[in-house]
């Protein structure tokens, strides 16, 4: 049993054990690890493009660190998830490897039990809808959109797999993303080499070199309209979004996720007008409630559309940090100075008082934040 062996205060919580039965090198830096739940309860189904939040200890029976990895595996598959993560070594000699993908990549082996808990996330295929797909990806952020891949591979859908790398050394899973595509008329595959070696020139296993660009979307993919769904690196994200954005593909046909903490796709919207009246008692205007965001000096009236306290920030100008957009990583926590909130998604971690996290919340009466 190693470190990362599950802790007992876990057991009384919403995580699980699950056990490693299979561990894959899929390229020079990724790895996928099958896992089986200990207790037959363990697993639970999960849509295409959903993430497992695992609890790792840093030390033994100490903190714990939290970690998202998608499923990358088919959501048909019952009984088990695989996990396809990718090593994040040192960028220089005087910091710290990845804890948790490190620690997964050199140490986690057959027979070893990990804890986890979901599946959670809403970066998931629309189901309702009949459009054709474009799954379009940058290194690991293949992950969701193979289990995507897997699950459109028994509709009738018309699919493109867009997958840009930097060669075929790092390439993971291409065998398989290449075997669904082949499994049925309508889903096409094109990977896109940074750097291709001599060796993938050799092979041939690449459809282009360089980087993803509007003249290569616009080849690949005939005029239609589009389910678009992203899934890559920051700088991957910004260009793509933007060529897409650029094409004419409206923001709503476009469902991304970012594998650590989202960077702005594009300029905000202008901010909603600041409402005028004073705050408490009358913060309760006509039967609407108002937030006020004291750092930025701004008050809005709450759009009980909004989706969330987060997105209602973003709808007022405001650019809070956020990661998981799922009550699971912490990044948008903040300090609630007035009025009280209610969750519709329970935040994985308890909440010191005075404390909120906006991704998972909505106002229920006036409130004051600090931001
Ligand atoms: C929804 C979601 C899904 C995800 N799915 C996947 C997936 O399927 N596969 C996958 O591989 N990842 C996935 N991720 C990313 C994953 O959750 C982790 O963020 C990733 O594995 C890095 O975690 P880590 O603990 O290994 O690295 P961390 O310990 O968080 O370190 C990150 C990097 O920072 C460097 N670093 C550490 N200290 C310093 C310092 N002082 N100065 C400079 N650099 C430093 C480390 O060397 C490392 O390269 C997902 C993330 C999200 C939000």
Same mark, same amino acid.
């Given at each position: 049993?190693?470190?990362?062996?599950?802790?007992?205060?876990?057991?009384?919580?919403?995580? &699980?054990?699950?056990?490693?039965?299979?561990?894959? &090198?899929?390229?020079?830096?990724?790895?996928?690890?099958?896992?089986?739940?200990?207790?037959?309860? /363990?697993?639970?189904?999960?849509?295409?493009?959903?993430?497992?939040?695992?609890?790792?200890?840093?030390?033994?029976?100490?903190?714990?660190?939290?970690?998202?990895?998608?499923?990358?595996?088919?959501?048909?598959?019952?009984?088990?998830?695989?996990?396809?993560?990718?090593?994040? *070594? %040192?960028?220089?000699?005087?910091?710290?490897?990845?804890?948790?993908?490190?620690?997964?990549?050199?140490?986690?082996?057959?027979?070893?039990?990990?804890? %986890?808990?979901?599946? &959670?996330?809403?970066?998931?295929?629309?189901?309702?809808?009949?459009?054709?797909?474009?799954?379009?990806?940058?290194?690991?952020?293949?992950?969701?959109?193979?289990?995507?891949?897997? *699950?459109?591979? /028994?509709?009738?859908?018309?699919? !493109?797999?867009?997958?840009?790398?930097?060669?075929?050394?790092?390439?993971?899973?291409?065998?398989?993303?290449?075997?669904? $595509?082949?499994?049925?008329?309508?889903?096409?595959?094109?990977?896109?080499?940074?750097?291709?070696? +001599?060796? +993938?020139?050799?092979?041939?296993?690449?459809?282009?070199?360089?980087?993803?660009?509007?003249?290569?979307?616009?080849?690949?993919?005939?005029? +239609?309209?589009?389910?678009?769904?992203?899934?890559?690196?920051?700088? !991957?994200?910004?260009?793509?979004?933007?060529?897409?954005?650029?094409?004419?593909?409206? &923001?709503?046909?476009?469902?991304?996720?970012?594998?650590?903490?989202?960077?702005?796709?594009?300029?905000?919207?202008?901010?909603?007008?600041?409402?005028?009246?004073?705050?408490?008692? *009358?913060?309760?205007?006509?039967?609407?409630?108002?937030?006020?965001?004291?750092?930025?000096?701004?008050?809005?009236?709450?759009?009980?559309? *909004?989706?969330?306290?987060? $997105?209602? $920030?973003? #709808?007022?100008?405001?650019?809070?940090?956020?990661?998981?957009?799922?009550?699971?990583?912490?990044?948008?926590?903040?300090?609630?100075?007035?009025?009280?909130?209610?969750?519709?998604?329970?935040?994985? #971690?308890?909440? $010191?008082?005075?404390?909120?996290?906006?991704?998972?919340?909505?106002?229920?009466?006036?409130?004051?934040?600090?931001?």
């Amino acid at each position: 049993m190693n470190a990362f062996a599950t802790p007992a205060s876990a057991s009384k919580s919403r995580f &699980r054990e699950l056990k490693v039965v299979t561990k894959v &090198r899929e390229s020079s830096i990724i790895t996928s690890f099958h896992l089986e739940p200990v207790e037959p309860e /363990g697993w639970r189904p999960f849509e295409a493009g959903q993430f497992l939040v695992f609890r790792f200890p840093v030390r033994e029976g100490k903190d714990f660190v939290l970690r998202n990895y998608s499923v990358s595996s088919s959501p048909e598959r019952k009984g088990s998830y695989r996990i396809t993560v990718k090593r994040e *070594a %040192a960028p220089r000699a005087d910091v710290p490897g990845g804890v948790s993908s490190c620690h997964l990549h050199d140490h986690v082996e057959v027979g070893d039990v990990l804890t %986890a808990e979901g599946p &959670r996330g809403d970066f998931v295929l629309d189901r309702q809808s009949s459009r054709p797909v474009v799954l379009l990806s940058g290194g690991v952020g293949l992950t969701p959109l193979v289990s995507m891949l897997h *699950a459109l591979a /028994g509709t009738q859908r018309r699919v !493109f797999f867009i997958h840009a790398c930097e060669n075929g050394e790092v390439h993971a899973l291409r065998d398989e993303v290449e075997a669904l $595509a082949a499994s049925r008329p309508g889903m096409a595959v094109h990977f896109c080499y940074r750097f291709p070696t +001599d060796a +993938d020139r050799a092979a041939g296993c690449h459809h282009s070199e360089g980087v993803i660009t509007r003249e290569l979307l616009q080849s690949l993919l005939p005029l +239609d309209d589009y389910d678009f769904y992203l899934c890559g690196p920051s700088p !991957f994200m910004q260009a793509v979004h933007g060529i897409l954005r650029g094409l004419g593909v409206p &923001r709503q046909r476009i469902s991304y996720e970012f594998f650590g903490p989202a960077t702005l796709l594009e300029a905000p919207a202008e901010p909603a007008p600041v409402q005028t009246p004073p705050l408490a008692p *009358a913060a309760v205007l006509d039967g609407a409630m108002t937030v006020e965001f004291r750092k930025s000096g701004r008050k809005g009236v709450w759009n009980p559309a *909004a989706e969330s306290l987060l $997105a209602f $920030a973003e #709808d007022q100008g405001l650019e809070p940090e956020f990661s998981c957009r799922a009550g699971v990583c912490g990044t948008c926590k903040s300090k609630l100075l007035a009025g009280e909130v209610a969750y519709f998604e329970e935040p994985l #971690d308890d909440l $010191a008082p005075g404390e909120v996290l906006l991704c998972c919340s909505k106002p229920q009466g006036p409130i004051v934040l600090d931001i």
